[in-house]
């Protein structure tokens, strides 16, 4: 499975984006998606994740209540709303792809990662 994630930029605090993460390659409908960060001097962090199906979510506390995670298994995306957003949310944002179809929260669980795309939101 080949990803790529886009629809980075720069907002300004409490203003939304909504990331896109296409995918290509193997039935995608067999993968668990996730969205994980990475800011500046720290380490990658869970953001979101995704069954198969998409009836099962799962977010970060962090973000929980202002990001939302979705799937279009026809058309082999999976996008990740972002509203009320911070400061702390700057950050690159990469999806991933899990040979499994069960939400998957933990980073080593993921098979297939993505380039990410770059969030910056100013205050």
């Known amino acids: 499975v080949q990803l790529q994630a886009f629809g980075g930029g720069l907002v300004q605090a409490g203003g939304s984006l909504r990331l896109s993460c296409a995918a290509s390659?193997?039935?995608?409908?067999?993968?668990?998606v996730g969205w994980f960060r990475q800011a500046p001097g720290k380490e990658r962090e869970f953001v979101a994740a995704?069954?198969?199906?998409?009836?099962?979510?799962n977010y970060a506390a962090s973000v929980k209540g202002r990001f939302t995670i979705s799937r279009d298994n026809v058309k082999n995306m999976v996008y990740l709303q972002m509203n009320s957003l911070k400061s702390e949310d700057t950050a690159v944002y990469s999806c991933?792809?899990?040979?499994?179809?069960?939400?998957?929260?933990?980073?080593?669980?993921?098979?297939?990662w993505g380039q990410g795309t770059l969030v910056t939101v100013s205050s």
């Open positions: 390659g193997r039935t995608f409908s067999n993968y668990a």
């Open positions: 991933a792809a899990a040979r499994t179809r069960l939400v998957v929260v933990t980073e080593y669980e993921y098979n297939y």
């Open positions: 995704i069954s198969w199906s998409g009836g099962s979510t």
